[in-house]
């Protein structure tokens, strides 16, 4: 590693002020400090601090996106082969779905963080680690036969209109990836939804074995076909057509318990979510005017994106509550809105997107309510002093 | 019948290095040195130029708003140099010493004496700084009635020394004579604190005329920011005074000898530190006097105070007016390839995000390095985990940073120190200088107020 750092250390006097590259002085900070972490030490306030900083706080959330990523690949492969009625293994399965998400992958890193380079250097700032975290949800939400330039066009969107234009990192309303997502559902909604998008080779109609649809089981749930959904422990387990790493609600609770133990991503988010979606759904059950009413409330939590919303999305600490208590209500809310929209609006088999991108937005409210009750007992506090004393 | 307050926020940091329970004697030293930067919220005028003759209680500098806050010298000698940093700020005075005269204040007994004599000999003696209010944590307003006086009988912070080992080692009689002189100062009690955890001395325990209350839990339960919070709180107008345990000593020194001593036991420690162990010495001693031979090779900070809130002083700095702790700890200036990915066993973290959390370890080896960049805000609920106080943290911090004097005042900032806040610059992920904003935001308020 010396002599790594030897080179690193011979030309990084060109891409300091004054420098032959200086314009790209944040790309060379960003991959300098990448690889090393930086000599600098503390000049003002605490002498010591501690180990975690913003590059280990992502890579614990990356880590747990994996088993989601991982079971994505063989899924994308599973209902390919499924669809044409052909056999293949479990490697052979894992190999060609990866090769279908690894481009996806690629034009999402390459895109955001291009531009997260060039906002970088303009504000002379570092670059911010959030967007390792945004490059691989996006990917992860979006169904697999979406063209490669549409991705593009989303994530610029995101990084540019849905974060950049806030700030940059830490200054965002909005989930960056959910406004990628959100891009793509209104403005090219035939690649977002429907029963052609999910499986790869689908939509070009190749050797699809008679009889198969490509339905999600939402899309079943939405036209009321409640009884042709695919069983519990299949959705459980993610065999199922969908977004890349949303089907295996399995491999994202196994990423849940990553974020829980590492203490990175809160649990009260992920557990209120949960809840306000089982409150919601055992409500729909006691009314149950319809099929769609009548499906267990458990079954939401297999189903769609509920799952992975919860634990990677909903837990984004830049566009949610930041207060705890504030942190119960925002999940819950978001659980209740996901299922209301679910059930109820039938434009919008999915509901968990908009439910959270509707709370993004009432997150600052519903920490200004919490925030003004510790506000009134500071005020009542001083009163009840004042009124002793005279 | 005592309170007992239990807390569970907070964090013990795992570092090693600290003192054994062992006086190692007085140190003495060439040059003493006074800086002003200790005390914020004044501005310091010199009554000293290089070359002048000074004993010990001369003044040496006062305060420009309130000059009857004079600063003494800490021993007898000539000064030698007048240290200024950026814009001319005044940032230290350095005095060789020699000879041992003193200036004479007069003995007395300070229960008989009325709360403006015992004002005035605090005043005159140079003496008086050792008092401090809060809000803002500066030296006390002499015109002001503080409706309590608190002191913290015990240490939390990182190394710190351990209080009753001092006290078993000093005078009984003095630190009753300084409660007196203090008792005098208001119309309220005088809070002692004492740790929760494990037996105090007798010193502390017996202490007649306080309200004895009992705090346990990690750092910063021995915070007396964060006492007063849980005993009497703060509101909008009211003020409190607080004096450092030994500081109570050095008041009823002055009434007992008659002159300025401000002397005291520090605790050396730190992982460089061989022998880390107990120094009686004066304020303004030389860290040298103590480190000499005594520190493992390599490039060292070395710290007058505790590894969160002390300052930096180089080795041949002198001990700060209020600290009884020298830390030295190693620099941190080294490159670390992959370090963030690394799996951490030998890396201390609050966050459950390093492997060294599995295994239980009894310290680290802490250096100074930032372990990563600067960054926007973007964790929440981090720092409330560490400040045990009914307060919101980012939120308060945030205010300040938008300069919004109403929502500071709403959110506690009469409350809080740099101090009490100095574990969430610890924790902080995203590296955020929050003692700096604190303090920012104390000085926004005290010129607001004026």
């Not at chain 2, 007649?208 to 849980?230: L, M, R, T, Y």
């Not at chain 2, 490039?299 to 041949?316: D, H, K, P």
Request: charged share 20%; hydrophobic share 45%.
């Amino acid at each position: 590693m010396n002599s790594l750092r030897k080179k690193i250390d011979k030309i990084k006097p060109n891409f300091q002020e004054g420098g032959k590259f200086e314009k790209l002085r944040s790309v060379f900070e960003g991959l300098e400090s990448f690889l090393f972490v930086s000599d600098r030490v503390t000049f003002k306030g605490s002498h010591v601090r501690d180990s975690i900083d913003l590059k280990r706080t992502m890579t614990v959330v990356i880590v747990a996106l994996l088993p989601a990523l991982l079971f994505g690949a063989y899924n994308v492969g599973l209902q390919h082969f499924r669809s044409i009625g052909a056999d293949a293994g479990i490697f052979h399965m894992f190999w060609f779905g990866f090769l279908k998400i690894l481009p996806l992958i690629i034009v999402s890193y390459s895109v955001g963080l291009g531009i997260e380079f060039i906002a970088a250097q303009i504000r002379g700032h570092e670059i911010n680690e959030g967007f390792l975290v945004t490059g691989l949800l996006i990917p992860l939400i979006m169904p697999v036969e979406i063209p490669l330039w549409m991705l593009a066009l989303a994530t610029a969107f995101a990084v540019i209109i849905g974060k950049e234009v806030f700030g940059g990192t830490g200054m965002n309303v909005f989930n960056p990836a959910l406004v990628a997502r959100a891009f793509l559902f209104f403005s090219y909604p035939a690649w977002m939804t429907g029963d052609k998008v999910w499986i790869e080779g689908l939509a070009k109609g190749q050797h699809v074995v008679d009889g198969f649809s490509g339905a999600t089981p939402l899309a079943l749930c939405a036209a009321g076909e409640t009884t042709k959904i695919p069983s519990f422990m299949d959705m459980f387990i993610g065999t199922i057509p969908g977004s890349i790493g949303e089907t295996s609600t399995l491999a994202i609770l196994i990423g849940a318990a990553i974020l829980i133990i590492t203490g990175i991503g809160s649990w009260k988010i992920i557990v209120s979510v949960f809840a306000g979606g089982l409150g919601m759904g055992l409500l729909f059950n006691a009314f149950s005017v319809n099929t769609y009413m009548e499906l267990p409330a458990y079954y939401h939590f297999v189903m769609g994106g509920f799952a992975f919303g919860a634990v990677f999305m909903a837990t984004d600490p830049v566009s949610g509550s930041q207060t705890e208590k504030g942190k119960w209500i925002y999940g819950f809310m978001i659980g209740v809105m996901s299922i209301l929209i679910r059930v109820i609006n039938p434009a919008y088999p999915e509901g968990v997107m908009l439910a959270i991108l509707l709370m993004n937005v009432f997150a600052p409210l519903i920490d200004y309510f919490i925030i003004q009750s510790s506000i009134k007992k500071r005020l009542k506090r001083a009163k009840i002093a004042t009124n002793i004393n005279s | 019948m005592s309170l007992s307050v239990k807390l569970s926020k907070g964090l013990d940091i795992k570092i090693i290095g600290k003192a054994e329970r062992l006086l190692a004697g007085e140190v003495d030293s060439a040059l003493y040195g006074v800086r002003p930067v200790d005390f914020p919220g004044l501005i310091p005028k010199l009554n000293v130029k290089p070359g002048d003759r000074v004993s010990a209680g001369s003044p040496i500098f006062h305060d420009k708003i309130r000059p009857e806050i004079i600063f003494a010298s800490p021993v007898s000698g000539t000064v030698v140099s007048v240290i200024r940093g950026d814009r001319r700020k005044l940032m230290e005075i350095v005095i060789e010493k020699n000879g041992n005269d003193y200036i004479d204040f007069g003995i007395a007994d300070p229960s008989v004496l009325s709360r403006e004599k015992i004002r005035e000999s605090l005043l005159v003696s140079g003496l008086w700084p050792v008092v401090r209010q809060r809000p803002y944590h500066i030296v006390a307003n002499p015109q002001d009635v503080p409706k309590a006086i608190f002191i913290s009988g015990f240490d939390t912070s990182p190394l710190a020394p351990d209080y009753n080992f001092i006290m078993d080692n000093s005078s009984e009689s003095l630190f009753r004579r300084g409660i007196t002189a203090l008792k005098k100062l208001t119309d309220g009690k005088i809070n002692l604190v004492l740790n929760g955890k494990g037996d105090s001395s007798a010193v502390l325990k017996n202490a007649s005329d306080v309200e004895i209350s009992q705090f346990s839990g990690p750092h910063p339960a021995g915070n007396v920011g964060i006492q007063i919070h849980h005993l009497d709180p703060l509101n909008k107008g009211e003020i409190v005074w607080f004096v450092n345990l030994q500081d109570v000593l050095a008041i009823g020194r002055l009434f007992e000898e008659g002159r300025y001593n401000h002397e005291r036991i520090v605790a050396l420690t730190g992982s460089e530190i061989m022998h880390p162990q107990y120094y009686r010495i004066k304020s303004g001693v030389s860290v040298s006097s103590m480190t000499n031979g005594n520190v493992k090779p390599g490039n060292l900070r070395y710290i007058s105070g505790n590894v969160l809130t002390g300052t930096s002083v180089g080795q041949e700095g002198h001990v700060g007016f209020y600290d009884s702790q020298v830390t030295v700890i190693p620099e941190g200036d080294y490159f670390e390839f992959f370090g963030w990915m690394k799996p951490g066993l030998d890396k201390f973290s609050f966050s459950r995000t390093f492997a060294s959390k599995l295994i239980p370890s009894k310290g680290f080896r802490l250096d100074t390095n930032l372990h990563g960049g600067e960054r926007a805000f973007v964790m929440t609920g981090q720092y409330e985990k560490v400040v045990p106080m009914d307060i919101y943290p980012m939120q308060l911090l945030k205010a300040i940073l938008s300069e919004d004097i109403e929502m500071m005042e709403n959110l506690g900032i009469y409350e809080i120190a740099e101090e009490d806040f100095a574990l969430c610059e610890y924790i902080c992920p995203s590296k955020i200088e929050i003692q700096s904003i604190v303090r920012k935001g104390l000085e926004m308020m005290i010129k607001e107020m004026n």
